[in-house]
């Protein structure tokens, strides 16, 4: 089975460490292939850079031209997924979803940490518009930008340490979610320091794309997700 | 006053449609300026158009070179506005919205009759997300594409009428959204035929619009819709 | 055009400072007419009072005399909006629905800051009727009484301010609503002081007033805001 | 135990049938005293006729001269409530939650069935309101007028009766609250036709204002209903 | 009228209490039958003990060889009231919704206190099934066990005391419920110190399942409280 | 990996079809152990059976002496998971949960069609609690007890296949999940004449408890599902 992992971002470093984080999850048999868009921005931050990021995602897996059997989009909050859905015949996951998913399997609440404050609103919004917002404690920010997370990787969990106790703490959340591609290798760390699971959205992404897979099952076309037109 | 009114898709003979719509209700001494995305789809049908115009629309209002007032984005249930209010220092309205807003002073429940039945969760998630869903008694199609209700008026009549007679009668709507840019200038005809108020986005946003700058209120730039950081 | 703005109370200092208010934001060839109630309360400050007003203000509306072309009902979070529907054939605006309506245009997420603390769950429960309260980040109270704001204005604006500045910082809210028809003077001054937009009630219902009216859209008839029975 | 209970009208033999059935249901040493309204509507089916109503049975029990523990206002979807508990340090209850209430101790689902369509978003808005919407299936109307239920009785149960078991078997209501004042005498006509337990909110306001009186409990004077100030 | 009142836990003492709080509240002519599970759990901590109280009630309640007229289950966010209404043809009770629907009657938000931390999260679900939690202000937990109310009732009323506090200045309640069966004869205490009506639970369950029996009412046996089949 | 897959009713031919669909699905390496409860009832069709089958669950899987890595319970709507989740260090993973993550990877919205109507309530009260209801378009009943499904085959597709098309065609869902244990072996014959994704939901936990077990996550024990009290 091959799995398309795309990074939101151009830079292909952290696309590196999100195919890597993959792969330390995929069971024996999923080839992991992680793409980088062609153009967008080095990290998104917002919604003009998020969207952006929506044509760059689609562009880099319809560019692609080998047959694959699922796509990961690997932005935390990002605009998109649904015209991948359209797109595509395979299944696709989001990995805001994947990582709210699995938590609340694990917890009464769950809580997501992020990077900077202005990303809050989306990861709101796209958890509200997945239906998955209601066993929402919090979504909390580090203050740390997305880059921050590489060249600053010890203030980065600390900050994020900080952030995920008080969502136990205060908002009563039993599982963080990591709530950013490039926070892929810090979750063992967190997880120790809270005492609470810590889900990876990009770990949790690929088993759920694994077993739609395994279970022959892929996007309804009957509505929302039917093909565009030729026309258009 | 000067108004850009941004088709989402590129078909120029929509653009003029909507650019007279707009004229025909803006104050005295408010400019209607109509642009046509460079690039996308010639109608939105979709959420891999609908995410495609988002980035042609701010496109072609970032390649516009005079100074402007406000922005109207002229597409039903797409993506993209909250791009434009990261980018934009001047108001920025959405038809659906729009709509959606004035409908809500003039009844106690209302409903949008669109194209395709397809277009229907997108409009959906667009009012859920505004926070205008909870009047919405109903999201209806009418089963003509965007570009048949130039080429078919009288049947595209017909069938938004009984749309929208079932959401009166059906769903206890009490006013009725025209839920595509292209259906600007049918309102009048709809009115008479179900007796109740008829709201068309375009006209609904560009008094908005004007009264917005009037109160010379803009979006804020605090946290959701701060600009995007030179880093990107 | 000939909008009337009632003021909820019997205060007529109130009402003129409403009308001059008003008069500020109208477009050339709108007259605005304030009126007071016959009856009432001086000031509204629960849910009595605002009964009470709420046919004062009917009372006020249905004894003017000449033709007018919409009703502003001036008072925050107070009842009798649905009242003046079911008697007036034109339109009508409830300055706690307009001002999150603007609001709702220019934030992702709003505060109202009013008089008392007891003013609060009144306002909360108009948005909620309304269907506006889900972008409501919070309704919070400066603790000066309404006839305070006239006589004590500098204390009043230090106290909004303070409150606003918390529903920022605390509360996430990108704009705010300044919930009293009497704190209309005070936006500017506040809007300096918190750095987001500040939206005042009766200048957000005046342009909405004069957009219905010129898009010729009035109340639905057709059900809830049916003409009370002859027979009644 | 004295338990005042008012009628939302002006019509006295209605006022005679709601006490009379208030007392068929009270407790032995409880007095029942029926208040008619000084002004208002012979019946009110709709907004202004309701607000009205609401000043017009505030007026009745202030007016009222004697000691007396609770009071129930009985009317369908009224406003009023909140201003009678500023007023009073007695429990005040209205029929409409004091239905929903008992309805939801004995069924999943709920439906209301009233008279004329226009009171349906009433009686829906008070249950928003009141937070007792969540496990209401529907609001249905007889078509029948509030007087024609003393008018025309048959016809009144053959219509209510057809709306309850559509309540049953569409809306999958497991218990039916008459949704009129008026209505009183219907219920076990109703019940027997419907198979499921049939509540009158008069009946039901009864039992728990007693209930109230007999815990000591009354209406809490922090903040929403705290008295109305002096000055006012 | 005999009334059964079901105690959760099988703790003898604690059935003793909630059978003595009961009947200071009865009516006359009510016999209240307090019974204590053959199994289950010393006091009802979880989910699991509250799992084993439902079956363990539900065992109680058909063990029961005497003719009676309601059932009231004494366990405050516990599972199994939906059991005991398909069994039985006599109206069921949980007091955890019987103070919710009390608590509404008398402000405008209530708040819970219960015993310990975990206990929150059990009430928080009942009350949203119950669809009672739309007015819920908080459940706070006391951080007391259910048997430290008797060991320690000092300490218990003080953290109680605490809670409720918290819940009027910091949640805005205006009525406070006490979640636990244990707490029962605190409330006179806590009502006093606070300032706020206090409801127990016990209390209000037996003027809820009276007011039932004397209106003739019973669980519907329609759809969700059908008998179960022989079959099973 | 050893999973426990634990039927929720005492029919060994239904615990040994369950046990051969997980089967199925399971990853090579990963030992599927079907067990059935010691008491309970042949097929659960209401409330008091699945609360008997609550503990019956609990009872099967604490008496298991072999150590395992994740638990499913295979009830459709069935109580009790919560209380496994405080006994148990491993995932817990309960099937109508399953089923709807899995759905809602693949559609905007699904529907569930289950066997007899009693069972809906019981189905929709959990997918609330669970927050999984947002994106549910209805739960629909096939008419078909349980043990039906064994025994009439034929009919049972037929009658499922039937409130399937009615799923899509009315309530606009876009997945179908079987609603039953015992539908297991349904799937890709309904799948076949519906045309959208039809989700098992004993397929779909299978899958998922594997990937919680290989991501190294379990329920985490800070709140709600901490251990009980050796007390208790």
Not at 13 to 21: L, P
Not at 94 to 105: L, W
Not at 118 to 132: F, M, Q, S, T, W
Request: glycine content about 8%.
């Amino acid at each position: 089975m091959r799995i398309l992992i795309v990074n939101v971002n151009t830079t292909e470093s952290m696309t590196h460490a999100i195919g890597m984080q993959a792969r330390k999850v995929a069971a024996p048999g999923t080839e992991i292939v992680a793409l980088t868009p062609r153009f967008g921005a080095e990290s998104v931050e917002g919604n003009f850079e998020s969207y952006l990021a929506a044509v760059g995602v689609m562009d880099a897996v319809m560019s692609y031209r080998q047959p694959f059997d699922a796509v990961i989009q690997a932005g935390y909050g990002e605009h998109g997924r649904e015209g991948l859905q359209e797109l595509l015949d395979v299944p696709v996951v989001d990995i805001t979803e994947a990582a709210a998913t699995a938590a609340m399997f694990l917890g009464h609440k769950y809580s997501v940490v992020t990077t900077l404050d202005r990303a809050v609103p989306l990861i709101e919004d796209r958890l509200k518009l997945a239906g998955l917002d209601e066993r929402c404690a919090s979504v909390r920010a580090s203050g740390m930008a997305v880059l921050e997370l590489e060249t600053q990787p010890e203030r980065a969990v600390e900050a994020i340490v900080r952030q995920a106790g008080l969502a136990v703490s205060e908002d009563h959340a039993e599982v963080i979610c990591l709530g950013c591609g490039g926070m892929a290798e810090l979750d063992a760390k967190i997880r120790e320091l809270t005492g609470v699971p810590v889900v990876d959205g990009v770990a949790a992404a690929v088993t759920i794309a694994e077993s739609l897979v395994r279970l022959g099952l892929s996007t309804s076309k009957v509505r929302t997700y039917a093909p565009p037109e030729p026309s258009a």
